[in-house]
């Protein structure tokens, strides 16, 4: 298939990927018409080769009135080998299992048989997506569920889960022209998908007191003690999430995803499919949950097929976090409520619901998907490689505004694979890049671009390059400003694994923080966000606090406001006394709190913090006099107001 711009993907937006045959092949048909083939695939062809082991076969009948197809893969001894697929009004899709190597498919409708041939070669690619199933002490793995001799076959139900997420994936950056890329999975000799049990320091009890962000932050903890890996985005699913009948409240339920890890709530765990084979039949399934006994994650429709769609739709949507997608502002993406229509992909019709007492016929602009401003991210993540690569760690991503061409230009010597105009909303739209050159090393963004995002927001660009590095730009942050951007970074560090408390610090290390970082460079941010993790390449760049240092005269003494925003917790010295801290778990804004200090005359010193847990890490900080006049501090040294000051003042 011939990859698109992804312009071009905004513009067709996913047209239907098959058209439903007319009332068709009837009586009264052309011969020409009467010729055409029985079973007609429309997304695979003989001879290709798959990164992924399930895969959705789409494509159309000649009978309109067929209700089924099937599958067999005759290459394969697993129970998967013979699978049952849906078809509807001359439409079918359905799901099969490959082995490695040639596997001779073959499917059937009625009487009509098609013959097709696919290669599997599994991927290469060590960055990995881990499936975690979270205990408590005891190491129960039971989940609440009102299934009558359920059996409670979480393993299974977890495997099904993160292959249908792999496929999904897959099948959607498809769609939209950029190749079947997908995550990778781990899989065992049999081809199951390795499901780790994580096990907790204390009772259920313990963890259903926790809100979701502390049990987020533990479950964290817990994966750096038992799991460590800087390859893998984890997905864990706490066995002992609970919901209370008589308080309605649900226990250890919650959706966030960040850093390496997205963490789901198992209340629902009772709906997921446990086979593959079991799949579609799933999402079809219209049996009623009891929202007086259970917990219904399915946005009011309360049926076994709804809940199991928007559950594990809801977990591949914090897995995109760990991916470090934001949330989208387009409807139908995994990245917002697109996830509740994550069933549409493997159906040709939607069943009744608490809300809809018919079948609903849906159209393929209404299923679920990754839209083009993440698939565009996704494209270059290194989680989505297929193979093992060797990448370069030094950032080269440039981002500068030339007011009088009013245009942003981005350039990296690495290649840029996708940049993304985002709002407070989230991810927008994909400044159109053609993906059938190599990736071009700058494009110039027309601010015009901006101009229907920046009403009551502040508009920025994502970058991410080819080798999978990132920069998050402020289009605020590219224009002339009064933020502080160079540091001197202090080689000293603390580590910082309690989210609920600041690195340890006395007299002693600061004045061992200042004297590490009087030898070292200033170090100059092109934008007013202060990036930390292009300064840490080498070492810890999760769970740990790291530490800037300015200093500078002030010609006499004087009544300041210091504005400050980090990624993510913050303190702030100057002169050795503590006058900012901030102590949460946050994305880096422009002037988030503010603190009043007083400057002495002659050499002042600002010692800053910022602790880091996972994902983005980084610093704002502007210096203002009492009266709200901007301060900048000067290449050479010295604190002055903004209009005294040279523009290349930093």
Known sequence: MKRLSIAA???????????PLSAALAEGHSPAESARPAIQLANYTDGTTIRHPVLLIRGTLADPNADSVTIINKSSNRRTRRMEGLAHKGNFKVLTELVPGPNRLLIR???????????YKPQTNPYIVRIFYLTDNTGSTEYQTPVENDPQDYRDKLDTAAKLMQTFTAERMYDLGFGRVTFNLEFDEEGRVSVHILKADDPAERYHKMDGLALWDYAGQLIRRQYPSRRAKDLVIPAFTRFDPETKETYAHTALGGGSLALFGGADLFTWPSAIA???????????????KFFSDSVGRHTFWATASTTI???????????????????????????????????LIEPPHAHQDKSYEFNESQVARWDPPSAAWLKFSRWFALDEKDYSEQDKIVVSADEDSRTIRVCSDNGIGGIIIATEAG???????????????????????FAKYSTGQDPILRIIDSQGLTKTV????????PFVRSWRFASLTAPWTDAGSFAPIDDKKLQDIAASAASAPLSTSETAYVDFLTRFTDGPRENIAAYVVRTFVSDEPREIQI????????RVWLNSKLITEVLTLRPAAIDSESTGARLAAGQNTLIVEVSQAAGGWGLYLRIAEEKGNDLILTDDGKIAELSMSPPRAK
Do not use: W
């Not at 409708?109 to 290669?119: H, Q």
């Open 474 to 481: 402020s289009l605020a942050d590219l224009m002339p400003g």
């Open 9 to 19: 993907a905004i513009s067709i937006v996913l047209c239907c990927a098959f058209a």
């Open 109 to 119: 409708s009625g009487k009509d048989e098609l013959a097709l041939t696919l290669n």
């Open 313 to 347: 739709g809801a977990a591949l949507h914090e897995l995109g976090h760990t991916f470090d997608l934001p949330h989208s502002t387009l409807p139908h993406d995994i990245m917002t409520r697109g996830f509740d229509m994550f069933n549409r992909v493997f159906t």
């Open 427 to 449: 991810a927008a739209a994909a400044v159109p890049i053609d993906y059938n050159q190599p990736p071009p090393r700058r494009v110039d963004v027309p601010m015009a671009e």
């Open 563 to 570: 504005f400050t925003g980090s990624d993510d917790a913050l």
């Open 278 to 292: 079991d799949a579609q039949k799933t999402f079809m399934d219209t049996t009623t949950i009891n929202t007086e």
